[in-house]
């Protein structure tokens, strides 16, 4: 069982920029394939970035695409998720997953992942 914990959530002005970060307590970290999702008020938690366990593929919201990355360093047990170009319509909770499964590819479906974090805040003014 692995603990999610993310970081680097805030306020940013539109078009900005900002960087979350998720680490794992699990060090056997590259067995998951990892995952951001987010939840603003009233919606459903959504997709916004997926990883494999090596990184060699990587798969985006179409909302988001162009404008975020997400990265990993298994050596630092760290998922990463590079904002850029942010907009309102990003504000909301951003969430880190993980999924242990043995499948490969990246999955868009919450239900696939078994762990996640607490979230972080992100807000996108205008």
């Known amino acids: 069982q692995v603990q999610l914990v993310e970081s680097g959530g805030g306020l940013v002005q539109a078009g900005g920029s900002l960087r979350l970060s998720c680490h794992a307590s699990e060090r056997a970290f590259s067995r998951y394939r990892m995952g951001w999702f987010r939840q603003a008020p009233g919606n459903e938690r959504g997709f916004v970035a997926g990883?494999?366990?090596?990184?060699?593929?990587?798969y985006y919201a179409k909302s988001v695409k162009g404008r975020f990355t997400i990265s990993r360093d298994n050596a630092k047990n760290t998922v990463y998720l590079q904002m850029n170009s942010l907009k309102p319509e990003d504000t909301a909770v951003y969430y880190c997953?993980?999924?242990?499964?043995?499948?490969?590819?990246?999955?868009?479906?919450?239900?696939?992942?078994?762990?996640w974090g607490q979230g972080t805040q992100v807000t996108v003014s205008s």
């Open positions: 990883i494999t366990r090596s990184g060699g593929i990587t």
């Open positions: 997953a993980a999924d242990d499964s043995t499948l490969g590819g990246v999955t868009t479906n919450r239900n696939d992942y078994d762990y």
